[in-house]
């Protein structure tokens, strides 16, 4: 093509091609940008925090401590401090108030023994060695109580040799030195 020919084209718009309307929104430029800046830590917060969470679980490892020792008794009965300090008397009851967890209960002269390694303690009862009870105890110490009559409650174990085995969680003080029901064969 010649240069004059050139001249005379024109350029005409697309016919498919969408005009701009007149009232179209325009676009908005922002005024703040996409990605905000968070406030600069003041320098006690770590501190502060800090020292709050080291008060709390020093608080927490005293309660533990304090109750775990026994020489908090938050239920009102007694605990073995007590047995050594003013001994035993009559009506004291010793261990778990929750009479719920420890359901089963006997009466008998507490005597130190097992039988064929079951049990540490054992109760004696009117009736002969069928009826004795043999006592374990994860949470009382029964040797205070020996020679004495007492009631216990504690939850019944499966025994291998021993007719009745239960784990003790509370004991109270019937009488003191009492007389044995009978006496055992050596």
Known sequence: MSPAELKKITLQPEQNKPQPEQNAPQPQVLKEPLVKQFPAKKKGEFMKTAVIVFVIMLAGVATGYLLSSGKTNLSGLKSADDISQQGLKVGDIFGNPDEETFRD????????????????????????????????????????FADHRVEVWGETFTAQKAGWLMDVGRVEVLELNAQKPFEEEQ
């Open 105 to 144: 209960k006997a009466e008998g002269v507490l005597v130190k023994g097992g039988t064929d390694g079951e049990g540490s303690h054992h109760l004696l009862r009117p009736g002969g060695e069928s009826q004795n009870v043999f006592l374990t105890s994860s949470i009382i110490d029964l040797d205070p």
